[in-house]
């Protein structure tokens, strides 16, 4: 169980790389796409999803940073930081599930498209919400660290 809250942090961190790259080609999209005479990212519909998608991988490496620091004083205190591996964790590849998936949906049909790497994006995120333990299993050690109930 220690290695996996180590190995836990870094999949979120895969998961942060992923979603910073989807991230940097759709506001790159956004600035050179147009449509109906306008870049898209003029479309209040794609700034939407842009600012979303900017506040949770943000967010994500922030739990991330948290993590990190939650291991180093288990380090000093023999203590343990699941709790704080399992946040950065579930909150990171879903953010990268969330993240790919609109700039997917923000470079249309060329998202789809193998010539750009988006829906490989889309592929490698889904992993991360599954190995090191699946979505489900994060939820379940936060919860049991909360409450102390198993
Ligand atoms: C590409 C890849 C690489 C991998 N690399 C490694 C590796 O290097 N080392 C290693 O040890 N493993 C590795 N794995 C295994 C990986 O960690 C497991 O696939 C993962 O933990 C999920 O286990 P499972 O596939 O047995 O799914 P299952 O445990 O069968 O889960 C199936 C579904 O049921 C849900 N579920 C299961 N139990 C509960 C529960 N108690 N409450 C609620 N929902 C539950 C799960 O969340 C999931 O949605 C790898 C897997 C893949 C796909």
């Known amino acids: 169980m220690t290695v996996l809250d180590a190995g836990r942090i870094g999949i979120a961190s895969q998961a942060l790389g992923i979603a910073?790259?989807?991230?940097e080609a759709s506001v790159k999209y956004a600035q050179e796409r147009e449509a109906f005479g306008q870049k898209i990212g003029q479309f209040q519909m794609i700034q939407q999803k842009l600012a979303d998608m900017k506040c949770r991988v943000d967010a994500s490496r922030l739990l991330i940073y948290q993590a990190c620091l939650a291991k180093k004083a288990a380090k000093?205190?023999?203590g343990r930081y699941s709790m704080e591996?399992?946040?950065a964790k579930l909150y990171a590849s879903e953010t990268a599930m969330y993240v790919t998936t609109e700039a997917i949906q923000i470079h249309g049909g060329m998202g789809y498209s193998k010539e750009m790497?988006?829906?490989?994006y889309f592929r490698d995120a889904k992993i991360t919400e599954i190995y090191e333990g699946t979505s489900e299993i994060q939820r379940m050690v936060i919860a049991r660290s909360l409450t102390g109930l198993r």
């Open 20 to 23: 910073e790259a989807a991230l």
């Open 76 to 78: 000093e205190n023999n």
């Open 85 to 87: 591996a399992s946040m």
């Open 117 to 120: 790497p988006l829906e490989r």
